[in-house]
C-alpha cells in the first residue's frame, strides 16, 4: 500500500501563548518580590479516546479491505460522496507504528449504519461495506476510501476508529472539518482546541471530485 506521507510534528501543541504566574519570595507576594514562572502550553500527549458508540459492527461482508465503496460480486457503487482519507500513526515522540491495526465503521451515504440495532429507518446500501480492517504499512501510514457520512440524529458526521499497536489500544472519532462539531455531544466534551484538533481531519484537496483528507493519529504510550 502506498499513499503521500503526511507531515507530522513530535507532538500537539495548543496555540495558546504562554500564560505566567507570580509566585512570592519569602511569604511576600509584591511587584518587587515576585518572579514570573513559565506554565508549559497545553499539550496533547496522543489522539482522545472517545466511545466506540452502540453500533459497532456485529456482521461483517467478507471482504473488508481498504475501499468501502464497493462490494466485491456487485456491480454497484456506494452511494453518497466519495471521500479518501490518509494519515500517518506514531507515537508521541514522533516515530511510526508500523503494521498497525485499524478498524473502521462508520454510516453509509444514506446516513444508516450497517447494524440490526439501528433505529433510524434508513435504508440500506447494498453497494456499501460498511466496515473495514486494514493494515498501516511499515511507515506507518494508512489509506483508506470510502463515501463521506452524513451526520446522524445529534451527531455530526463522524467515522469510528479502534486503532491497535503493539501496546496500545485506541478507541476514538474523527470528525471533518468545517462542520459545526461544536454541536455534537462527544466532540464538546473536549473542551480545548488541541484535544479538539486532534480528532479533526485536515482537507487537503479534490481530485476528480473526490474530496482528500489527511488524518494524523497519535498512539499514546506506544
Known sequence: MSCPTPDLGTRAVSKLSRRYVLTGLGGVVGASAAVAIPVEPLTVRGTPQLTTGPFYPLVRPFDQDWDLTRVPGRPGVAQGLV?????????????????????VWQTNGLGRYHHPSDPIGKPLDP?????????????????????????????????????RGEKRLLITQMFFPGEPNESDPLYSTLKNEVLQKAVTAELVGVDAGVKKFRWNIILAGE
Do not use: C, W
Request: proline share 7%; net charge neutral.
Open 83 to 103: 471521500m479518501e482519507l490518509y494519515g500517518k500513526i506514531t507515537n508521541e515522540e514522533g516515530r511510526p507504528v508500523p503494521g498497525a491495526i485499524l478498524d
Open 127 to 163: 453497494n456499501f461495506q460498511g466496515s473495514a480492517v486494514i493494515r498501516a504499512d511499515s511507515s506507518g501510514d494508512y489509506r483508506i476510501r470510502t463515501v463521506i457520512p452524513l451526520p446522524y440524529e445529534r451527531r455530526q458526521r463522524h467515522i469510528h476508529f479502534d486503532v
